[in-house]
């Protein structure tokens, strides 16, 4: 009997180590750099791409900082109005709509954080870049300015 109760704890032992890296290994986004040019130049970003389903719903929850040079680049796979908002993201950003030519079109700067306030741009775009708050007005940020990256026609 106590055998049995041993490898029964050891087997649940060995699914949870599984489950929780098979979980892990779904949260983790592909790294790539974007780069934004502005009337100051040219800053590039270190970015996770969130371009599947969970992580585009799991964003930049649950994260207490975030570096300034670094991004969260989200992807739909074609141009749409996108909605965003701050539930449960405890750091401040600034979220840059982008058009499929990687034109800026608008820019929430600021957000506030743990809101469920939608922020769109009201028009439909092909990806949104979120840096933390601050950077739009550090770099120069202007609808207008330009994108760089491959799922941007022309990058």
């Given at each position: 009997m106590l055998r049995v109760a041993k490898f029964l704890t050891a087997a649940v032992l060995?699914?949870?180590?599984?489950?929780?890296?098979?979980?892990?290994?779904?949260?983790?986004?592909?790294?790539?750099?974007?780069?934004?040019?502005?009337?100051?130049?040219?800053?590039?970003?270190?970015?996770?791409?969130?371009?599947?389903?969970?992580?585009?719903?799991?964003?930049?929850?649950?994260r207490k900082t975030m570096p300034p040079d670094r991004a969260m680049l989200f992807h739909w796979g074609r141009p749409l109005v996108a909605?965003?908002?701050?539930?449960?993201?405890?750091?401040?950003?600034?979220?840059?709509f982008i058009a499929d030519d990687g034109t800026v079109r608008f820019v929430a700067e600021n957000t506030k954080p743990l809101s469920r306030d939608i922020v769109s741009a009201g028009i439909e775009v092909a990806g949104v870049l979120e840096v933390i708050a601050g950077t739009a007005q550090r770099i120069g940020l202007k609808p207008g300015d330009k994108v760089a990256h491959p799922i941007f026609d022309g990058s």
């Amino acid at each position: 009997m106590l055998r049995v109760a041993k490898f029964l704890t050891a087997a649940v032992l060995c699914c949870l180590i599984v489950l929780t890296a098979a979980g892990n290994a779904q949260d983790s986004m592909r790294v790539e750099t974007v780069s934004v040019t502005t009337a100051k130049g040219v800053f590039k970003f270190q970015t996770e791409i969130a371009d599947t389903e969970p992580a585009r719903e799991r964003g930049l929850m649950f994260r207490k900082t975030m570096p300034p040079d670094r991004a969260m680049l989200f992807h739909w796979g074609r141009p749409l109005v996108a909605s965003m908002w701050m539930q449960n993201t405890y750091i401040s950003l600034d979220m840059l709509f982008i058009a499929d030519d990687g034109t800026v079109r608008f820019v929430a700067e600021n957000t506030k954080p743990l809101s469920r306030d939608i922020v769109s741009a009201g028009i439909e775009v092909a990806g949104v870049l979120e840096v933390i708050a601050g950077t739009a007005q550090r770099i120069g940020l202007k609808p207008g300015d330009k994108v760089a990256h491959p799922i941007f026609d022309g990058s």
